[in-house]
């Protein structure tokens, strides 16, 4: 059987924080009562006069440049004509003839190999509104219209047919996410439509120069049924042609209860948009000098950030990937260890248990009130050998829960480490006399019987015991 490999290209939409729409003053906030946030401008009535904001503008400059793309210094706003429930103008306005953006990369890591996968475009557009069918949020048995939504900025982006697996897209779209969110403009995430992508698919023969016919995929609301949807068309094309079956162009709806893709239209006719320029939009011509300046104003790029932090700091790769993946999380850190310089010990903190704590209350961290301050002042207690480090973790757990100080809820709570040999010493033999066998064992060469010694010194003290002083005092007193 002849190798077959994959063939994908992604569309990416991703709304831009930008406070109001692209043509008016109304709210962006998501989750508002339906059209309550609606104006003559967004829902197209006639009379109506759009006036670009120019934050969207600035948000989709600062996307591009972060995304390596040239910046095309002229654009016009477009009408792409069709007729849909969700679209009040009849029209959706973009950028189609001028995107503003052309020509980027971004570089993904896949198996400790650097694959780039090229942008062809990003361009800026106005969102539709967004139809609640039966069933969803209410129980009417119609299709009813949210226009919410209708005007808020996005930005579309464009990739060459680049990504190869499955795989590859979903550590692509992480890596942009990061990359969006580092510049912020948009929360990007998933769950609330705020990043929304399709994928284009294809398959053809592993020798073979020319691509395949591609189907596109919609409806994937994760990160995780992005990846499965593009596993599960690969495979369903990959039968087709080994069948000697054609691949129909149509696009394809995930089915994510069910993990399959099914048939939402066939395109064997390009739709003919219409597209012209907006009569209402003048042209727009960006000045180099004002595209310089949001260039100067952006953070140091994850990839950057990545490189400084193994070769600066000597983190593990595995660290500083994990630590630069959010800029919220690599700026934590920085500042954690401006004041407690042991780079790998509060990596592993924010690996471990900041992490975990940010997991179970399901909050990013520029959600909670954390602040690096805590969590340097936890390490030092740590470092000088006030508490242990299992105590820590309890210690932290208390920080993040209410926001207090470590050093208070340390004194407060009583947890100051036992490090006093005439009051350990006491609960060591105490502790040798309840287990003579273990001891006995020890004594005979059984190296690993002292484990459970120091276990259950530090049981006795729930957990308070200095371990390297229990050890000692353990040892000492087994040798006699
Ligand atoms: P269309 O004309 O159908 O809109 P485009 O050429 O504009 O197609 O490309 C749309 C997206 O599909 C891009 O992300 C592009 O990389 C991707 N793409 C184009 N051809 C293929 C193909 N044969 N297989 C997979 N993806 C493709
Ligand atoms: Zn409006
Ligand atoms: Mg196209």
Redesign the pocket.
């Known amino acids: 059987m002849r190798e077959m490999e994959a063939?994908?290209?992604?569309?990416i939409h991703i709304e831009l924080q930008t406070g109001t729409k692209i043509f008016c003053g109304c709210s962006t906030a998501f989750g508002a009562a339906p059209n309550t946030q609606v104006c003559p401008v967004c829902l197209g009535l006639p009379g109506h006069k759009p006036v670009l904001n120019q934050k969207a503008v600035e948000y989709h400059t600062r996307a591009a440049l972060a995304l390596n793309c040239e910046i095309v210094p002229y654009t016009t706003f477009d009408r792409k004509n069709y007729f849909y429930a969700d679209l009040p103008k009849g029209y959706q306005i973009s950028q189609y003839f001028h995107p503003m953006g052309v020509n980027g990369h971004v570089d993904v890591n896949l198996n400790g190999e650097t694959r780039r996968i090229g942008i062809?475009q990003i361009h800026l557009e106005e969102d539709t509104g967004k139809l609640l069918h039966p069933g969803e949020i209410t129980d009417s048995p119609y299709s009813l219209v949210d226009f919410n939504r209708a005007g808020v900025p996005l930005v579309e982006i464009?990739?060459?047919?680049d990504v190869r697996n499955a795989e590859e897209a979903r550590l692509f779209l992480q890596k942009l996410r990061s990359i969006i969110r580092y510049v912020g403009v948009s929360d990007c995430k998933m769950e609330e439509g705020s990043m929304r992508c399709d994928a284009?698919?294809?398959v053809r023969p592993s020798d073979s120069v020319e691509?395949?016919q591609?189907t596109e995929l919609k409806n994937m609301n994760s990160f995780r049924a992005v990846a499965r949807g593009i596993e599960y068309e690969i495979a369903r094309q990959t039968e087709l042609v080994r069948g000697g079956e054609p691949v129909v162009p149509e696009t394809r709806h995930w089915d994510e209860a069910r993990g399959i893709t099914r048939v939402m239209r066939t395109k064997y006719l390009a739709t003919d948009y219409r597209c012209f320029p907006d009569p209402n939009v003048p042209p727009l011509e960006c000045d180099p000098e004002w595209v310089a300046r949001i260039r100067q104003s952006l953070p140091e790029p994850p990839d950057a950030r990545y490189a400084r932090l193994v070769h600066d700091h000597g983190l593990p790769a595995y660290d500083a990937e994990v630590i630069t993946a959010s800029r919220a999380m690599a700026d934590f850190y920085e500042q954690t260890v401006d004041l407690f310089n042991e780079p790998k010990t509060v990596s592993n903190w924010l690996m471990g248990e900041v992490s975990r704590c940010l997991n179970a209350a399901g909050k990013e961290l520029e959600e909670t009130a954390l602040a690096p301050q805590q969590l340097a002042g936890l390490l030092q207690l740590v470092q000088k050998g006030v508490i242990s480090g299992k105590i820590a973790k309890e210690v932290f757990e208390d920080v993040f829960q209410t926001g207090r100080d470590p050093e208070t809820i340390v004194k407060e709570k009583g947890l100051v480490q036992i490090a006093d040999e005439d009051e350990l010493g006491a609960v060591v033999d105490r502790v040798i006399t309840a287990n003579p066998k273990v001891a006995e064992d020890f004594r005979g060469g059984k190296e690993r019987a002292l484990g459970f010694l120091v276990g259950q010194v530090m049981k006795e003290t729930r957990g308070k015991a200095n371990p390297q002083l229990v050890n000692e005092l353990l040892r000492q007193r087994l040798r006699n």
């Open positions: 063939v994908i290209g992604l569309e062809r464009v990739t060459q047919p284009n698919v294809s691509f395949g591609k």
